[in-house]
Structure formats: structure tokens, C-alpha cells
């Protein structure tokens, strides 16, 4: 059997993936692959997703230059959740959010309302021209 083949794909062709820094175990972003978006990130050790609003394939870092490293890729007990663990770079410390943050879940749920507590580490202006 192929590996790929283990894995859940949902009506659409997709999986959903989690990608982590390697040496920090934080969570960098959510993102989706489909079959051809998994199989070359193992083949190329880059992560690859799948854009489901431009219906393309997206190499991370293609445009900012905010590339993840693959060290790792590992699939859920249920075979419907990849987690990639990554080295994010392009910066130091590392952008993985388009928001030019270190890490896309930067926003913490305090007193009934969504705050803002990891600062962006570059304008977003500077990095999408």
C-alpha cells in the first residue's frame, strides 16, 4: 500500500496539517495538502500546502521567502491530521503568518475578546510586494 493511501482524505481531496517548530514545539499555522502538496513535501523535505482560495498548490516562503524546512512529518492516530515539524525560516526569529508574525495563533481569548499578544516581527507591506 502507499503511505499516502493510509491517509483520510476528505471529500475535497485534502488533509488538514499542523506545522510546529522543531526546536520550539510552537505552532506555527494551519494549513491544507492534498495528495500531490504531501507527496512533495517529503520528496523535496520543504513544506508544501495546498491554497483552496487560489486552488493551487502553495510552496511556503514562495513569496515572502519564509520557508519551513520539513524534519518531520508525522500523521495522526485517526489518519486525518498531518503534523509537520518544521524550521521556519526567512527571519530571525522565524515569520510563518502572512501577518508578519512569528506564528499565525497570536491572538488570546481574555475577558470575552480576541487580544493581540505576539507582536509582528515585520510589516507585511515589506514582505508581500
Known amino acids: 500500500m502507499d503511505w499516502l493511501d493510509a491517509i483520510k482524505w476528505d471529500a475535497q481531496g485534502l488533509v488538514p496539517v499542523i506545522a510546529q517548530e522543531a526546536a520550539t514545539g510552537d505552532v506555527l499555522m494551519f494549513a491544507w495538502m492534498n495528495r500531490e502538496a504531501l507527496q512533495k513535501t517529503a520528496e523535496l523535505g520543504r513544506a508544501v500546502y495546498f491554497s483552496r482560495s487560489r486552488n493551487k498548490l502553495w510552496f511556503k516562503g514562495e513569496e515572502s521567502g519564509h520557508v519551513q524546512t520539513?524534519?518531520?512529518?508525522?500523521?495522526?492516530?485517526?489518519?486525518?491530521?498531518?503534523l509537520l515539524k518544521v524550521?521556519?525560516?526567512?527571519?530571525?526569529?522565524?515569520?510563518?503568518?502572512h501577518t508578519g508574525r512569528h506564528s499565525c495563533f497570536f491572538q488570546s481569548h481574555q475577558n470575552g475578546q480576541w487580544v493581540s499578544v505576539d507582536p509582528v516581527?515585520?510589516?507585511p507591506e515589506s514582505i508581500y510586494k
Request: glycine fraction near 8%.
Open 70 to 82: 520539513v524534519h518531520d512529518i508525522r500523521l495522526d492516530c485517526d489518519n486525518d491530521v498531518v
Open 87 to 97: 524550521t521556519q525560516l526567512g527571519h530571525e526569529p522565524g515569520i510563518a503568518c
Open 121 to 123: 516581527l515585520k510589516d
